[in-house]
């Protein structure tokens, strides 16, 4: 009996054993399945490619302002810059960034990686600037059109704050100025604009590149004449637009000078041409009669403000004119040159003899 036993005993334990066998095999293979299942669905969500990815391709990608951080994951996998949406939420959620990606123009490279793209966006798109060439004799009008065209400046924006709003603005040399308008005071150069830079910000530039130019001009010669710093700006601009070429300059802020001495209306065309509407080669009998405190056919004095944007040139033959008798001065040469007379008989001579020469 007892070998009948153990014999038993030990099938028994080789069918218990099978059994233990077969429940380790079947959930050894219901916990692959279900990894399996898992992996598929990982990789199917967080690894599967959006597009087939030519890696090293340059690419510009554009983040609209106010795109979700899905939205711009979905952009991202489909221009091929990273495999998978999913996986760049997850991983800029990881680094605790997943509110911090930035709109823009990006310039991108396909397959760079995640880590590469999120640091891109984080970062935010590289700061593009433009170039944008004041030159001298340009109006407040002329400045606008040039800042919207080639920065994208706005072109109203600018307009309003130029012409009237010089109040908003601390500036010593804008001490002297009850008109409101900046007309003058926007340096003429070329500048560096950032791209999103405002109109005010664009002015403000303008206005901290006149002070930086004129700090170094010696004033002292309008203590005598009795011009306020205003007025110098104004006769500087006035130079600017009749000076064709540099020698001209202290000379005929000499005439001007020498005019408002004696009285004499300055008969100046720039000034009136300031408010007439586009632009002619010669003035009429009828443009003469404008009424405008900026004629200075009709109106004794300088004009009430500048008619441009003067150069330093200008500004510092207006600080210090030449010393000169000359009451008159005609253009008589395509170069550019005038001539400078004492008296109307001379100048009406040299504009005779002028209109051989200048058309």
């Known amino acids: ?12 334990m080789r069918r218990a054993s099978r059994r233990t066998l077969t429940g380790v095999a079947a959930g050894l293979a219901v916990a692959f399945v279900v990894l399996f299942a898992v992996a598929v669905v990982w990789w199917s969500i967080f690894v ?7 890696e090293g391709r340059s ?20 221009e091929g810059i990273v495999r998978n949406a999913n996986m760049l939420r997850l991983q800029a959620r990881r680094r605790g960034v997943d509110g911090e990606l930035k709109a823009g123009t990006y310039d991108m490279v396909t397959g760079m990686g995640y880590t590469a793209a999120i640091d891109a966006l984080v970062a935010g798109p590289p700061a593009v600037f433009y170039r944008v060439l004041i030159p001298e004799g340009f109006t407040i009008e002329q400045m606008a059109q040039r800042f919207g065209k080639v920065a994208g400046i706005d ?23 009850h008109t409101g308008s900046l007309e003058g005071y926007l340096f003429p ?4 604009v950032k791209q999103g830079t405002t109109a005010e910000q664009v002015i403000r530039m303008m206005l901290v590149q006149f002070g930086t130019e004129t700090s170094g001009i010696d004033l002292s010669y ?13 006769l500087a601009s006035m130079v600017e637009r009749e000076a064709k070429i540099a020698r001209d300059r202290p000379l005929i802020a000499s005439v001007i000078y020498n005019r408002l001495r004696t009285h004499m209306k300055l008969q100046i065309d720039a000034t009136l041409e300031y408010v007439l509407p586009g632009t002619k080669p010669r003035l009429s009998l009828e443009d003469l009669k404008v009424e405008s405190p900026y004629n200075t056919y009709t109106h004794e004095g300088l004009p009430p403000g500048p008619i441009s ?6 500004l510092k033959a207006a600080a210090k004119p030449a010393e000169t008798g000359y009451l008159y001065y005609v253009l008589t040469s395509r170069s550019g040159a005038h001539t400078f007379t004492t008296n109307v008989a001379d100048f009406l001579k040299a504009k005779r003899a002028s209109r051989k020469v200048v058309p």
């Open 189 to 192: 150069k070329t500048y560096r």
């Open 48 to 54: 599967r490619a959006a597009v087939p990815v030519d």
């Open 59 to 78: 690419v510009e990608v554009v983040v609209p302002h106010g795109a979700s951080s899905e939205r711009i994951a979905q952009i991202l996998a489909g």
């Open 1 to 12: 009996m007892e070998a009948c036993e153990g014999v038993s005993g030990r099938h028994g």
């Open 222 to 234: 309008l203590t005598g004449s009795g011009l306020d710093r205003h007025e110098w700006v104004t």
């Open 309 to 314: 944007s003067p150069g330093l040139a200008s």
């Open 155 to 177: 072109v109203e924006e600018f307009r309003r704050i130029a012409r009237s709003g010089a109040g908003r603005f601390d500036f010593p040399f804008l001490a002297d100025d």
